[in-house]
Nanobody, 124 residues
Framework: VQLQASGGGLVQAGDSLRLSCIAS????????MAWFRRAPGKAREFVAD????????AHADTVRGRFTISRDNAKNTLYLQMNVLKPEDTAVYYC??????????????????WGQGTQVTVSS
């Protein structure tokens, strides 16, 4: 599967953004999906994940209540709605796909397919 992320940009603290990730595959529902991010000088970190049909999700403590992951299987698209953005949310955001059973953990190593990343910059 090939993944193409988009929707990043430069915003002010408190603003919202919605990231999208389009999957080039005939079998999107085979994949559990996730968003990760990498801030400057930091390791890649888990943001949120969603199972194949969208009825199970998990969010990192740092974004819970502000970010929401979702997917539209009819459009082969993964989303990340980001509200009340903070400067510490500044990072490159990556979408990722796995064929592992949902709930295997949040390690980037569990995901075999990655998008190219989209930059999100939040100014104070």
């Amino acid at each position: 599967v090939q993944l193409q992320a988009s929707g990043g940009g430069l915003v002010q603290a408190g603003d919202s953004l919605r990231l999208s990730c389009i999957a080039s595959t005939d079998s999107f529902t085979l994949y559990n999906m996730a968003w990760f991010r990498r801030a400057p000088g930091k390791a890649r970190e888990f943001v949120a994940d969603v199972n194949w049909n969208g009825d199970r999700t998990a969010h990192a403590d740092t974004v819970r209540g502000r970010f929401t992951i979702s997917r539209d299987n009819a459009k082969n698209t993964l989303y990340l709605q980001m509200n009340v953005l903070k400067p510490e949310d500044t990072a490159v955001y990556y979408c990722a796909a796995t064929t592992l059973m949902y709930g295997q953990g949040t390690s980037p190593g569990n995901y075999g397919y990655w998008g190219q990343g989209t930059q999100v910059t939040v100014s104070s």
